[in-house]
Every structure is written in C-alpha cells, then in structure tokens.
C-alpha cells in the first residue's frame, strides 16, 4: 500500500473484507500488554499512548521494503489496533530446545540489521514516541539516533523453516542506538545472565560461544565488542532501577514481573557481565 493512498494513521479505520472470518484466538499476553487476539489474518491489539507512533514507524518499515514487521491496517470497530497477523512459530515463555539452533541465532542478528537499516532516517515528528517512564536519578536521558524495536525476546520473533523472518510486538519501541538494541537482542538470545538463572534445558549452551555468532552476524565493530561488558553492567543498572520505578508507578504486567523476581534476575545478570567482562571480550575478539 503506497503513501499516496492510505490515510494518516490518525484516520484510518480498518474495514473487515467481505466474508472475513469472525473467530477469535487470544494470543499470548505480552509482559506488559494483554487482551491481543487474533482474527484471521488480523491482530487486534488494544490502542495505547504509543499506537500512533508505532503506526507511523509500522508505516515507514513498510515503505523502506522491510518484510520482517506487521502493517499497520487502522484501528476496528471497537477501537483496537489491527495488524496483519505473521504466520511463523514464537517461542514460549521457557524457550523450547529449537530456539538454541545457532543458524537461528545469526538469522535473528542479520533480521535485526536489516530493521536498523530500514529504520535510518525515519523520524516521529508527527507522532513522537511517549517519553519512558523513569525514575529520579536514572540518570542521562537515553540516546536516541534511531527508532529500534527495543524487545527483540525469543518470544517476539516470528520463525519459518527455522529461520528468522519477523518481528512482532512493538510496544517498546522508540528512539535508542543501533548497538543499544543489538545488546539487548544478543543478552535474551546468547542469553547473557548468570548460570543460576538458566532456562531449564539450556544449562549446557554456551552463551560466550552463541554472543560471538550474534556479533559476527551483526556485524559488530571492534569498539562495540570491546565496550560491551561495560555497556552491559550500565544498562544493567539503570534497568533494574526502571523496572522498581514501572512496578511501583504504573503497575499491571510491570508489578507483577517485579514480584516475580525480574528485579534480582537483573542485577545477577549485571553482577555476571562484570565478573566475566575479560572473557566476554575473549570471546569477542576478531
């Protein structure tokens, strides 16, 4: 669909085709967002403070030729934003063994590369991305040279032929840093945490082994994998202090990760890139 023919996003109303079907498939909830239900080829996702801009970024993604992102169709009869529906398989909320594949691994690195590079020069004027909910003293605001997904989970990937070829729930994007978001992908994927925190079943993966496939793939620089470890201890930090602040001011899906133990999984994971920092750029090293 061109630029010259659909409307704005602020008006645009999705339509169901003749004969669409009707029933009702309630998706998995997200961490934050429930009330997501498929209906045939659409997602109806209930509207938030961020569903223009991520229209408009759905929109530009679109246009730049990328394949791997939802479009955006308007918003229903009862106000829900409709998305096209990707067909592939997620994974659950434990990754199950197929998700360890390490020709995933690099296809999820070089999807992601394809996203930042269709993202260059898109810019939300018209609809800016609402600012983060931070708390005092979180320091400086993030850098933001480019709109990311931000969210990269195993869970969010769309997977065909044991491939990565989508991406999905887009709640958390916004203005960040390619290597930002590149972090946070490679530290859900290697995964990058302390060993007690494992998933069960990937006791015996090697995340130093699988963070070098991601980097390669990625196609990291060599300043970015020498500054990672620190990179990572900060982020680590700052986002165990967002998340007390979420689960205490906004509740809901943040209140109940935070009682659920993602505070102390945060900081062992920042604890676990610190002890291990000398290996981590090892590992790294080209």
């Not at 930090?237 to 945060?266: K, P, T």
Request: with cysteine.
């Amino acid at each position: 669909m061109s630029t010259r023919h659909r409307p704005p996003v602020e008006a645009r109303v999705y339509v169901p085709a003749p004969g669409e079907g009707s029933d009702v498939e309630l998706m998995p909830a997200g961490d934050v967002t429930a009330g997501v239900v498929r209906m045939g080829g659409t997602i109806r996702r209930p509207h938030q403070p961020q569903s223009l801009a991520v229209a408009a970024y759905l929109d530009w993604l679109e246009d730049a030729g990328f394949e791997g992102a939802p479009r955006f169709l308007g918003r229903d009869g009862q106000g829900r934003d409709v998305l096209t529906f990707l067909a592939g398989q997620c994974a659950g909320p434990v990754p199950e063994a197929w998700v360890q594949s390490e020709e995933l691994l690099a296809s999820v690195a070089r999807l992601l590369r394809r996203l930042h590079t269709a993202s260059a020069g898109f810019v939300p004027d018209a609809h800016p991305f609402p600012p983060r909910h931070t708390a005092p003293g979180t320091g400086r605001p993030d850098p933001g040279d480019l709109v990311c997904h931000l969210d990269v989970t195993p869970q969010n990937v769309v997977v065909r032929d044991g491939l990565a070829v989508g991406l999905v729930d887009f709640d958390l994007a916004g203005p960040a840093t390619a290597f930002k978001d590149s972090f946070n992908t490679a530290a859900h994927w290697a995964p990058l945490r302390d060993p007690a925190d494992a998933w069960p079943g990937w006791e015996d993966t090697d995340p130093l082994r699988r963070l070098r496939i991601f980097a390669d793939a990625y196609g990291w620089t060599d300043g970015e994998r020498r500054a990672l470890p620190g990179f990572g201890v900060e982020a680590a930090a700052l986002s165990y202090r967002r998340m007390e602040h979420n689960a205490r001011v906004l509740g809901g899906g943040w209140a109940r990760m935070w009682d659920e133990g993602v505070g102390g999984l945060i900081r062992r994971r920042g604890a676990w890139l610190e002890d291990n920092a000398e290996r981590l750029v090892a590992a790294l090293s080209r």
